[in-house]
DNA sequence: GATGAATGAGCCTTCATTCAT
DNA sequence: TATGAATGAAGGCTCATTCAT
């Protein structure tokens, strides 16, 4: 038994996501995967090294290829004429939320074992790795705009990361609420413009001088 | 030996919690808690009933009175005669965020273990608790104060839900990023204009029809 | 809290019977016990000495009585004259069973602790205890009335032990079977033409030297 | 290590064997055999599955030999022309017997388990299934040959159980008695006899009808 | 006499990982 | 390469019993 028997490998990788799914990274057993796929545990060893390896191989793929994917359209952006830029972000913001989200829906299994199961994985905080991008590029232009506000220090970069973290957060909310694309497409319309609302308030309040007083609160 | 050791069930609490901070729930090992507070695992049984209920005592008690707290705030709130209610929101909001933080920052333990080490115990979801509480209040006042887009269908309650995680969320990075009360306050206080910015966008949209699309985007 | 309660000995005795036949001597919990009734696990202690204690309190007594009833009836047989012996027996054995009974269903409680729950403890061999009465006054009697077929030295002696205990046992069945006590009363009249049959068989076989072979035989 | 270390099953094995025979199913402890075998707990897991597949292991094997053994006996005289049944009965009855006691002689340790050890498995009540087809073909029998007393009713059913159980737990003292062989065939000639009698008596008391008054009993 | 917290050894079981075959 | 038995530590938990109060 020498050869590399023929579809073990995919098999493993999808009792392996079902059983991570089910029970969560530390509480699904190898063997049971093993056992399920048909195969050893020895082999899973060979094949993807340990546990983690296994998680890994269903995952990380999928998350530098989005790492990638926004990545470059953040890049793009910024490549822009800096007089181009706050004209054409709207669009570029939505086009690209357009692409990611497609990317998010063909490849929903693995955003469901980042989002459910990667605890215990050095996945646990993939999303910090998204934000990390997000807020790079976001002090990029806003120094490249010029933000009166963001000279306060330390604090307004902390805000940013967490509001950044917030939003990307409620974003995948489409995976684990198992929206359709639909759905999904409107929520995330809804989403893009509350965040954008707030944070203009946070760093351009300027635009909003009139009449803040009259606004209703509806979180106490 | 009867009756209670003097000072035990403090050196468990003060291990157990130790322990749970650096491991998490799950990998906190009962033997250890027990060696290290120097008594027996059957002593920790008898006092707390279980793993869990070690955790328990540590955070319910906590948790229980924050939702406690919390729902005072907005149940005072509610009580108010309907057209008080638009004008003195601003103040109540922040008056009663002003009593969350101070609670929050007076057991400050208790929410990091929440946060970060309560994975594997039923109070791994502990946030929903207080989203659950936030959104019916808000509810009742949006249905008060009249809110048009609110008629949009299940979309909108989802959409709430999940802005009220996000804030919610947001709010507990005080804890996580061990920000001192002063940092604390003034993030607090950004947070609250961004969300209240962006919840009045989606649901009260009138207020802001004017020169939308000059907006600044800082999320792609 | 010096003195005894009032009823709590009762109480406890009560919940031990129920958690014994619950789970059986071993596994029945002396904690759940003093739960159920209402005291603390050293009462019991103080009380009773240990767990076989409490146990020993429920079927002790029963058990002690039941051998002296039992003795006592086989002793006032063993007290007749020689020659009334074997004439008056089947009354005096009919009537002697009458009694037992009435007597194992006056405690049934007891002796269903005895059959079904006494695993572990010193009882749980205790139909023992009554064979070897049984045996001692069986011996006394086929000597006083002369019976050839004794000398055939120790597996008579042994024989007459197993069948005791396949009488004596199976004259339990009553208990365990939960028989009213018309149908007990039936079935042991059956049960005891069953024993003296197999017994006289073995013993006394000169009385059926007749025809043996066309005998019908149920067990292969 | 990889493929089975030569000589550790029968070593478990026999180990097992020996701590349930002390300490009984229950009290048996897995690390002591493991311990006295030489190997880990969980090997035994890997080769076993749990506790009671190791006792099963040793049981399991031999009873159902048994039974396949006892049940092929049964039906071979089950398959006799009806009128040759009576009359070929006890020489039937008796060369099965004499092939069960080869078997239990042959499997000695195993049946020990089952009567000594057995507490807390699924075998504790092992006997129950060879009664049980006893009395089935016991009943298949009785319909062939015709038995007026049958028609009593349910005690009957019951009595005829209750008969087999003594007659199937009284041929076991042989192993718990350790006799040897030749003493094994005496005693379970006599029991044979013994029960037969018994039997007849309830059943077919016609054959018997006289003098049975001067028939001396035993039993108080 | 009554209490019940503490004891601490012990239970069965599960696991990721290794490595001889 | 694939296998899967073996490892051995660790897991949570339960128990009868003790004894200071």
Redesign the interface.
Known sequence: MAKQKEGVYERVLECAEKEFLKKGF?DASLREIAKEAGTSTGSIYTRFGDKEGLFRELAEPVLEELKEL?TA??ER?DQLEEDCK?SS??S??EN??EK?LDYIYDHMDAFKLLLDAS?GTRFQNFLDELVEI?VR??FR??KA?GCRTLEEGK?SG???H??????F??MF?VVR?NMDRD?AE??ID???????????????PE??EHGK????????
Do not use: N, W
């Open positions: 530390k926004f359209i953040q952006f706050e972000m709207r570029y913001s690209g939320m990611v605890y997000e590029y976001t232009y806003m705009i604090t902390e805000f940013i967490i509001a950044a973290t917030g939003y957060s409620a909310e609420h759905q409107r929520y809804m989403l893009q413009k509350y965040h954008q609302a707030g944070f203009d308030t946070i760093f351009y635009k909003y007083d009259d606004l209703t609160d509806p979180i106490s």
